[in-house]
């Protein structure tokens, strides 16, 4: 009898670690990358730039800093937000005021986001290469691509300032097009279509789909 209970006992544990296993795996869902030798289509957005977030040109013509900046540039400015003349040079050693040309153009269904124009690529481990697009203030769900070989994982981060917590929303199907020749010369040209499940709430819908024009950096 107690050999019998034990036996059954094992069964059971296999069985909840089997579904953990498909749990996993289901959220690591890879699809096959359609390459393409010329990738078509409307990626003007890449000409399009932009600041860092929290650099504006203030009421004085000048390019500045507000919100999350270093605390010692309060000093070089006056009441009225003006940078003196003589901590222009220092202020603008301390404030990176470089273009950035946009990366991203899409549209989606997701939680507290309000937009993004950049994702950034970078060869990680592995021969992968991985791919997040940039938050802000009030954009708190990042789409998440990892590339090796022919395949593709992707899934959304979602990392709530309300309180819904951190979320992982993993790809249910989607496809992706990728510029073979610029992907080889380190350049990430692609379309997609992505659906994810909504692990906080099942019958709303989300998605993310649009254009990716971006460098693929080197592990730093």
């Not at 909840?16 to 990626?43: P, Q």
């Not at 010692?72 to 937000?81: A, F, L, N, R």
């Not at 692990?199 to 998605?207: N, Q, V």
């Not at 254009?211 to 730093?220: D, R």
Request: charged share 30%; aromatic share 10%.
């Amino acid at each position: 009898m107690k050999i019998k209970s034990v036996i059954i006992l094992l069964l059971v544990l296999i069985g909840h670690s089997c579904k953990t296993a498909v749990k996993k795996t289901n959220t690591n869902r890879k699809i096959k990358i359609e390459w393409t030798e010329n990738l078509e289509g409307d990626f003007s957005f890449k000409e399009n730039w932009s600041y860092k977030e929290s650099i504006y040109k203030n009421s004085h013509g000048q390019l500045s800093c507000d919100g999350d900046c270093p605390p010692e540039i309060d000093q070089m400015k006056d009441e009225s937000g003006k940078i003196y003349k003589d901590s222009l040079q220092a202020f603008y050693t301390i404030i990176d005021t470089t273009h950035i040309n946009h990366s991203l153009q899409s549209e989606n269904k997701m939680y507290e986001y309000s937009g993004t124009d950049f994702i950034e690529f970078q060869k990680v481990e592995n021969e992968i290469i991985k791919g997040k697009s940039a938050n802000n203030v009030s954009t708190n769900s990042s789409l998440i691509i990892e590339i090796k070989n022919d395949f593709c994982s992707v899934w959304v981060d979602f990392n709530s300032i309300r309180d819904l917590g951190q979320n992982i929303f993993p790809l249910e199907n989607g496809t992706i097009k990728i510029d073979r020749k610029l992907f080889k010369k380190g350049t990430l040209k692609a379309v997609f279509d992505f659906k994810f499940k909504n692990t906080l709430e099942p019958k709303k819908a989300l998605f993310w789909k649009g254009k990716v024009y971006s460098e693929i950096k080197n592990k730093t």
